[in-house]
């Protein structure tokens, strides 16, 4: 079982909400773990969107708008992103990642998000 | 401006070995640790190593323990990633990306190196 688990698509409309999942392996407890979000576009490297462990330790990617969330849903071990205000622009690849055992880095499979 | 920049791309023969390079300017190179990050054509991130251009400490995934080096050379503000015992599974783009030291702030990134390994 992956240690960090991605839906691989996602669709949603203009000016709705989108939530996006990162699921921790069971016996990693998402309450220990800050999860990082990247964001990549066809064609460009990956982008730092937010990180997130509580509403006390977060921090938002440099020139991200705050329609860009973090937050977390214990009851699924999970990470989540909210997209807020969904716009074209916002069609890409999201990526979580998390640090590991404390040694090394994991990234999610990654979503692809449809904004249609 | 921050920018990572990386080296060309390359094709190389199975079983050989290949080496990116990653020039930071813009910043003070000793202050941010460099990780290395692979992308297959159509697949996801794929994290490799990381290295503090400070201390010179490394950390690697084990997949690539044992075929992977890092380096760097301070007078350049240059970060090199070497993989040895190439296999057409290592053809991939690859990036470096800076980060302060313990924390997955990824901020910025080179535009990746493209690596084809073909006979």
């Known amino acids: 079982q992956a240690v960090v688990t991605q839906p691989s698509s996602l669709s949603a409309s203009p000016g709705a909400s989108a939530s996006l999942t990162c699921t921790l392996r069971?016996?990693?407890?998402?309450?220990?773990?800050?999860i990082y979000w990247f964001q990549q576009k066809p064609g460009s490297p990956p982008r730092f969107l937010l990180k997130?462990?509580?509403?006390?330790?977060?921090?938002?990617g440099s020139g991200v708008p705050s329609r860009f969330s973090g937050s977390k849903d214990a009851s699924a071990n999970a990470g989540i992103l909210l997209i807020s205000g969904l716009q074209s622009e916002d069609e890409a690849d999201y990526y979580c990642m998390i640090w590991h055992n404390s040694a090394y880095w994991v990234f999610g499979g990654g979503t692809k998000l449809t904004v249609l | 401006q921050v920018q990572l920049v990386q080296s060309g791309a390359e094709v190389k023969m199975p079983g050989a070995s290949m080496k990116v390079s990653c020039k930071a300017s813009?910043?003070?190179?000793?202050?941010?640790?460099i990780n290395w990050v692979r992308q297959a054509a159509g697949q996801g991130l794929e994290w490799m190593g990381w290295m503090s251009p400070n201390s010179g400490d490394t950390g690697y995934a084990q997949k690539f323990q044992g075929r992977i080096t890092l380096t760097r050379d301070t007078s350049i503000s240059t970060a090199y990633m070497e993989l040895t015992s190439l296999t057409s599974e290592d053809t991939a783009l690859y990036y470096c990306a800076r980060n302060p030291p313990r924390t997955g702030d990824f901020d910025f990134w080179g535009q990746g190196a493209l690596v084809t390994v073909s006979s």
């Open positions: 997130y462990k509580s509403d006390s330790d977060k921090r938002q």
């Open positions: 069971s016996g990693i407890n998402v309450d220990t773990y800050k």
């Open positions: 813009g910043y003070t190179f000793t202050n941010y640790d």
